[in-house]
């Protein structure tokens, strides 16, 4: 269906999954809401839609709507998607939503990403280890501008957890770094100015739930909504990491 | 399990750029730091900031002979006088340190090319020779109202790179970030503030958080506008709304709204100006370039006030674009080329792909000027102290610093949100060192009762009538078409009843889900009063002032007006009472006189006074005030000419 023609307007139907751990009345269901196709509508208007006309008490995430922030990742007919930026024209008249799995439900489609990112963070490191403080009074360190790319490339992930809700993996080990926290340490490990050295990522990038955890199914990178090249990244840790084990031999 | 009550030294409200850059300052000074965020830190509204930070560090051939001073100018002359220029002189000497610090927590800048680029500038293709010597500096593109390239940038997605690199920081020094937890009142005992109630978003349970200082960073209001605006779903005003609530601390210059010229029609997703500044041009229906005419000096790079009126002009004049959804305008990219588009305006690309379905490298982009940037908020002096109540700051969108007067310059929130983090913070962090923890328990909670008791009485309102998202619905409509780009006394009259009338209104509206846990109507609902009013003070502020300046225009007074409104609008809101009461207070003192900005109009009404006169009324008025203690005078700061000049 072309996203002009809209000659009769599509009745669509949401299957939603939903349960409420903080009431101890709630049991995990499915709830079946209806409303008319409008053009160019998003998931985003439909859920609030849904919401403010059918049943308030309806959860899930968004922030920028833009598909920049990374809060509104959710299954969407069995694939992780971002909400915001899923046009309903492109989806078949019914429409089953589940929360992402992988990360601690909040509450029906809402989850809780940000605790199992911060973690990641922590467990990595994912920040620059300076080897000189800062230096208000000096210029800018000089850096290529091609490398600069190559590093805002690794940064712009957006966290939505899409990755990780469709690992293998992770689903079943959830201490796997899986590849929203692998192309974290890509990252910072190409970036000069943090001062790891090789035998301190040994550890992060070698251990049981570092990068030979990895399946090879590379689901991550189908469903990242940003297109991040994991399968480089995972390349490129692979090889790092064996050049690692030469050194230390 | 939540205790009822927990302690920390700095409680920062808002996980964005300023509220984590500051938290990172306090923390780094020895004190224990906490934040509460909406949704986790990353999310934050600072990551779709796109196009640019300013900061006069002059490294590309377009940037030659930049300095502070210049951004400063600039930075006046962007708020049509309205600024404190002190604080942006503070602003624009700190802006290039925070720029390197932000490379140094690991922001990967776009860096200088040496040797041959290619650029689009007014409208021509431009060769220029990078010196080899600057090669790998961080480099600059072109924003609007800027007199030098200044804006410092990571592709479209600058804000997203700044917010990820300063969390990490954050992260790196263990500050505790409490997420998905809503600020919903001030602990204060009518002279100091000692923390905020909160609502936990997860389980709907409410506690107290005690704090010797707490930090007000929660951005924007824009959502007052309904969907009518480019914010995101998270920008309440809650932080204004906390402020105003306590009937002590004013806010300033609320009637101060931006609209940013290209925001994506009809879904309202921000376009960044980067478009224009790497040589974007606007269109009209019949395919011309109406801003080289409006504007021929700065054409599509005048400020965001002036392009956004010239385009509603154009609209308004038949020349816009017929669609189901309104006019628009087009937003031409397709000469910068499809490897420019899908590298250094990347996000941009994404953006027209995802929620347009086209292609800018080959189809023009559908854009409508939309509300933006809050100038207004919390007033706080040079040091980010509300006015008024010990403990209590607010930083970035949220503050009312006040560097953007009434319009702010893009590519100069973002570089506050860092200079600002960095200033405040520090006094933050001195405060806190010299203060003691009141832990005056039985005020938190009598503030937890009132704050549960508020709760429950919303629960077991019953009754008929609009829902309460209905009503927001109601508001959005009121200020776009009456509280808009275009003002007038005749609309703004008919707003401010209207919005009283949704007041009264929603404070019988009844909730439709009455069940446990974090139940998102409630928190709505405990929030939505909070905009209503602060969306009055909007109207009454725009409709007080009879003059036109920077973002607020009125076609009943289509002037600047420097003799009787070269000053700042206050706004409290006394307990109890139906409508806040407006004062006002001069803009500061003032380095560069008043005079053309350079673009728009330059008719005007002038001072009647000297420079000299005002900046002796404004000394009067803020050691009356007692606000001056920590602040040197303006002109020990003022280069030698500059002094001789006024």
Redesign the interface.
């Known amino acids: 269906m072309s ?1 002009e023609a809209f000659e009769t307007v599509r009745r669509l139907r949401f299957e939603i999954f939903r349960f ?4 101890p009345e709630s049991k995990p269901h499915i709830d079946t809401f209806e409303i008319d196709e409008r ?2 509508m ?1 998931l985003y208007m439909a859920l609030n839609e849904i ?2 006309t059918q ?5 899930f ?11 509104c990742g959710m299954m969407v007919n069995g694939r992780p998607a971002l909400g915001c ?1 899923t046009l309903t024209v492109d989806l078949s008249e019914t429409v089953h939503l589940h929360p992402l799995p992988a990360f601690k439900l ?2 029906d489609l ?1 989850v ?3 605790t199992w ?2 973690q990641m ?2 467990r990595t ?4 280890h ?1 080897q000189l403080p ?1 230096d ?1 009074d ?8 091609d ?3 190559a ?2 490339e690794g ?2 992930c ?2 939505c957890g899409c990755c990780v809700a469709s690992c293998g993996v992770a689903n079943v080990n959830p201490d796997f770094l899986a590849a929203a926290g692998l192309n974290r340490v890509a990252r ?1 490990m190409i ?1 000069p ?2 001062g790891r050295d090789d035998s301190e990522w040994y550890d992060v990038v070698k251990g049981p739930d570092g990068v030979f955890a990895c399946g090879g199914m590379m689901a991550c990178a189908d469903v990242c909504p ?1 297109a991040l090249p994991l399968l480089e990244v995972y390349a490129y840790l692979r090889r790092r990491a064996l050049g690692m084990k030469f050194l230390s031999d | 399990m939540t205790p009822q009550l927990i302690t920390t030294d700095v409680l920062v409200i808002g996980g964005g750029l300023a509220g984590e850059r500051c938290a990172i300052e306090a923390a780094a000074a020895g004190q224990e730091a906490m934040i509460l965020s909406l949704v986790p830190p990353r999310r934050s509204h600072s990551c779709a900031a796109q196009g640019g930070m300013q900061a006069a560090l002059g490294n590309c051939v377009k940037a030659e002979g930049d300095n502070p001073h210049v951004h400063f100018l600039d930075t006046v002359r962007g708020s049509d006088w309205g600024a404190d220029q002190e604080v942006a002189r503070i602003f624009a000497e700190e802006a290039p340190v925070a720029v390197r610090e932000l490379a140094h927590f690991g922001v990967p800048w776009t860096r200088v090319r040496g040797g041959k680029n290619k650029y689009f500038i007014r409208g021509e293709s431009v060769e220029i020779d990078e010196l080899l010597e600057n090669d790998g500096l961080i480099t600059h593109r072109d924003f609007g109202g800027t007199a030098k390239w200044r804006a410092c940038y990571a592709a479209a997605g600058t804000g997203h790179a700044a917010l990820y690199a300063v969390d990490s920081e954050v992260v790196r020094l263990g500050i505790t970030v409490r997420d998905r937890v809503e600020a919903i009142s001030l602990i204060h005992d009518g002279n100091r503030c000692n923390g905020v109630i909160a609502r936990c978003l997860r389980t709907g349970l409410q506690f107290a958080v005690m704090a010797k200082a707490t930090v007000i960073a929660t951005g924007g209001y824009g959502r007052i506008y309904g969907g009518y605006t480019t914010n995101a779903t998270i920008n309440y005003g809650t932080g204004a709304s906390l402020a105003l609530d306590t009937g002590i601390v004013p806010l300033g210059n609320m009637e101060a709204v931006q609209f940013h010229p290209t925001a994506l029609s009809p879904s309202g997703i921000l376009i960044t100006e980067g478009c224009r500044g790497d040589g974007g041009f606007l269109r009209d229906k019949n395919m011309d370039r109406f801003m080289v005419e409006a504007e021929p000096e700065k054409q599509e790079l005048a400020s965001r006030d002036v392009v956004s009126r010239h385009m509603m002009q154009c609209i308004q004049d038949g020349n816009g674009i017929d669609s189901p959804n309104g006019r628009h305008l087009w937003l031409d990219i397709r000469h910068l080329g499809e490897k420019h588009l899908t590298t250094k305006l990347l996000e941009v690309f994404d953006i027209c792909r995802d929620f347009a379905g086209i292609n800018p490298a080959h189809d023009m982009i559908p854009v409508r000027p939309t509300q933006h940037y809050s100038m207004g908020g919390v007033r706080v002096n040079k040091d980010g102290e509300a006015y008024g109540m010990a403990g209590l700051y607010a930083v970035g969108e949220a503050a009312c610093w006040d560097m953007h007067g009434f319009n702010r310059l893009g590519g100069n929130s973002l570089a506050e949100t860092l200079v600002a983090g960095r200033v405040v913070g520090a006094r933050v962090a001195e405060y806190a060192s010299g203060a003691i923890l009141q832990a005056n328990t039985s005020l938190a909670f009598d503030a937890l009762g009132a704050a549960e008791q508020r709760a429950q009485a919303l629960l077991a309102r019953e009754g008929n009538g609009r829902s309460v998202y209905e009503i927001r619905d109601a508001l959005g409509e009121v200020m776009i078409s009456k509280v808009g780009i275009f003002r007038n006394g005749a609309d703004l009259e008919s707003a401010v009843s209207e919005i009283k009338g949704l007041i009264d209104e929603c404070s019988r509206a009844v909730l439709r889900h009455k069940g446990p846990g974090a139940n998102p109507e409630l928190a709505f609902a405990l929030r939505f009063p909070g905009m209503l009013r602060l969306a009055l003070t909007v109207a009454m502020g725009a409709l007080a002032r009879s003059e036109s300046r920077g973002a607020h225009f009125r076609t009943d007074f289509p002037l600047r007006n420097d003799r009787e409104w070269l000053n700042r609008t206050l706004a409290h809101w006394q307990p109890d009472a139906s409508a806040p009461t407006l004062s006002y207070e001069p803009v500061g003192l003032i380095g560069l006189p008043p005079g053309h900005r350079g673009y728009g109009s330059d008719e005007r009404i002038e001072m009647d006074q000297s420079v000299g006169q005002y900046n002796d009324a404004v000394v009067d008025a803020q050691e009356s005030a007692g606000r001056l203690a920590s602040v040197e005078a303006m002109g020990s700061r003022l280069p030698q000419s500059e002094r001789e000049a006024t």
């Open positions: 996203r409420n751990p903080e009431d053009p160019y998003t919401r403010e049943d308030s008490s309806l959860q995430d968004f922030a920028c709507r833009s598909a920049i922030c990374g809060s930026r909040i509450g809402s809780d990403t940000g990112f911060r963070a922590e490191e994912a920040w620059i300076e800062f208000k000096a210029p800018e360190e000089r850096m290529s501008d490398l600069a790319d590093i805002y940064d712009r957006i966290e910072f970036d100015r943090d940003k």
